[in-house]
């Protein structure tokens, strides 16, 4: 079975990093597409950050745009976001999801097979 387990959320203030971890498992971690999204209370889920094992090609949404960072380690089946510049309205539950057997990064975003817990990020001011 695939499963997600993301962490590494917690409190920090505006300016301030924090690193994601979404350790997975139960697929091959070769040809798939991952990512982070993220949902705040009132706002619609988005997908921020997405990256592709065809050549590691990575995309972003345009509001993190120079300030998170996408990565994975294949011995470790696990993707990673830096976040840094920390802003308030980055306040969120994030969610790291995979299409296992996908390398579409477009199809990831509009639907994902697969969804971990999710991590609480709040930045405070």
């Known amino acids: 079975e695939v499963q997600l387990q993301a962490s590494g959320g917690g409190l920090v203030q505006t300016g301030g990093s924090l690193r994601l971890s979404c350790v997975t498992s139960g697929f091959k971690f070769d040809t798939y597409a991952i990512g982070w999204f993220r949902q705040a209370p009132g706002k619609e889920r988005e997908g921020i950050s997405c990256?592709?094992?065809?050549?590691?090609?990575?995309n972003y949404e345009d509001s993190v745009k120079g300030r998170f960072t996408i990565s994975s380690d294949s011995a470790k089946n696990t993707v990673y976001l830096q976040m840094n510049s920390l802003k308030p309205e980055d306040t969120a539950v994030y969610y790291c999801?995979?299409?296992?057997?996908?390398?579409?990064?477009?199809?990831?975003?509009?639907?994902?097979?697969?969804w971990g817990q999710g991590t609480l990020v709040t930045v405070s001011s």
């Open positions: 990256l592709s094992s065809t050549d590691g090609s990575t």
């Open positions: 999801a995979v299409n296992p057997t996908s390398v579409i990064t477009d199809r990831l975003r509009s639907s994902p097979d697969y």
